[in-house]
């Protein structure tokens, strides 16, 4: 057999202390050359001003405008947020411009209710909110907050919007039930006021669509009985106290007995938007006694 001969490579090894050195005199000579070369005169530094600047450019226009885009976004987070706020108060004030009309509304209901406790202020008198009504466009029979409790009565007569709304037909401890005089199986014995001339009230919810109910029974022979004149109850009613404003006649019929006469009245209360009544502490037989 043959000896193999193994051949060693040589490595070329350079120690760090020379090549740091080599690596330092390389920098110090690229220095010179840039301090002492005239920067326009060299062919390089024009290929570099043909290539570098212009990309330097770019990049100059792409930082200014992410530069524009952040500034822009930051105000977008301040005007949402400012939107936001804005939402909110406005949600604030509407909810208190509802409570003011809100409190408006209910002082006009409270100020007309003062002027009809002062128009009957020979009777004593209780205020009571609606709670409840039968099924309708209008307040034909309704529930009370008031009852036995606060001093009411089955018969005391309820009023409000400047007249007769009718009166206590049911009641309990803390609640009393109101049939109002328009009502189908309401009658009430009224009386012109201007004549003297008595007739009945009678409900109809039919006529309230029309916005008024219907009188029957009027003797008019002096013909002073005309449209517009009031008509109040009467001091014959046995469950109504007297001269309590029910409305306006409005329309006028010569019966066919050519006696008696019959037709409208246009309700002085405004049966479609109750909400407040004055209850008269006193009933008709009370006062008769």
Request: hydrophobic share 40%.
């Amino acid at each position: 057999m043959s000896p193999v001969i193994k051949r060693k490579r040589k490595k070329i090894s350079i120690p760090s202390e020379y090549l740091l050195l080599l690596l330092t005199g390389l920098c110090v000579v690229l220095m010179a050359v840039t301090f002492l070369t005239d920067y326009k005169a060299t062919p390089l530094n024009k290929l570099v001003g043909y290539v570098v600047i212009p990309f330097q450019n770019g990049i100059s226009r792409i930082g200014s405008w992410i530069s524009v885009r952040v500034d822009e976004l930051g105000e977008l987070r301040i005007v949402l947020q400012e939107n936001q706020e804005l939402k909110k108060q406005i949600d604030e004030l509407t909810v208190q411009n509802t409570q003011l009309q809100q409190d408006k509304y209910e002082l006009n209901n409270l100020r007309e209710l003062y002027k009809l406790d002062e128009q009957y202020s020979g009777y004593e008198k209780v205020g009571a909110r609606i709670i409840a009504r039968d099924s309708g466009n209008w307040f034909h029979a309704f529930t009370i907050d008031k009852g036995l409790d606060d001093g009411l009565r089955i018969d005391m007569n309820v009023i409000a919007g400047g007249g007769l709304v009718g009166r206590i037909v049911d009641i309990g401890s803390n609640w009393a039930k109101v049939n109002a005089i328009i009502n189908d199986d309401s009658n009430v014995s009224g009386m012109v006021l201007a004549s003297s001339d008595l007739l009945t009230v009678r409900g109809s919810l039919q006529l309230m669509k029309e916005g008024c109910i219907g009188f029957e029974q009027l003797t008019d022979s002096l013909e002073q009985v005309e449209v517009g004149v009031k008509v109040v109850t009467s001091n014959i009613s046995d469950k109504y106290l007297p001269s309590i404003l029910i409305g306006y006649i409005s329309e006028i019929n010569l019966d066919s007995n050519n006696i008696t006469k019959s037709g409208k009245i246009t309700p002085a209360v405004d049966f479609e938007h109750l909400e407040e009544v004055l209850v008269i502490l006193k009933t008709k037989q009370q006062i008769a006694d």
